[in-house]
């Protein structure tokens, strides 16, 4: 039989962890808003550099800050500014198809104020000869 003592110390021991465990998640909150609003600042300062250049290069930028905030939630605020400009065009190629759908939604404001220009309609076919089938004779 346990005795009152006890089990007054394992209730208080249960609100413990559970405390470190509701402490512990509102770090990791705390921590993946910091990397979240640290990687937006980082692809507008990205976009802001390479608003001349193509859109492509803005998404890519966007495209390796969200990489490295996934991957490095507690070093992004101190390497994203100074890493992201650096290596955007070396990540881009590895980092694109991966990141691609997370990053469209907040790529997409910032690659808005450069569309890219509509494909030019495609040339009319050749008239000819032979039932319509296309060949020139």
Do not use: H
């Not at 005795?3 to 770090?27: I, R, V, Y």
């Not at 104020?113 to 000869?129: I, K, Q």
């Amino acid at each position: 039989l346990k005795t009152a003592a006890e089990e007054a110390e394992q209730l208080t021991a249960a609100a413990a962890a559970a405390a470190a465990a509701a402490a512990a998640a509102a770090a990791a909150a705390a921590a993946a808003a910091t990397a979240a609003a640290t990687a937006a600042a980082a692809a507008a300062a990205a976009a802001a550099a390479a608003a001349a250049a193509a859109a492509a290069a803005a998404a890519a930028a966007a495209a390796a800050a969200a990489a490295a905030a996934a991957a490095a939630p507690a070093a992004a605020p101190a390497a994203a500014p100074a890493a992201a400009p650096a290596a955007a065009p070396a990540a881009a190629p590895a980092a694109a198809p991966a990141a691609a759908p997370a990053a469209a939604p907040a790529a997409a404001p910032a690659a808005a104020p450069a569309p890219a220009p509509a494909p030019a309609p495609a040339p009319a076919p050749a008239p000819s000869s032979r039932l319509g089938l296309g060949w020139d004779v």
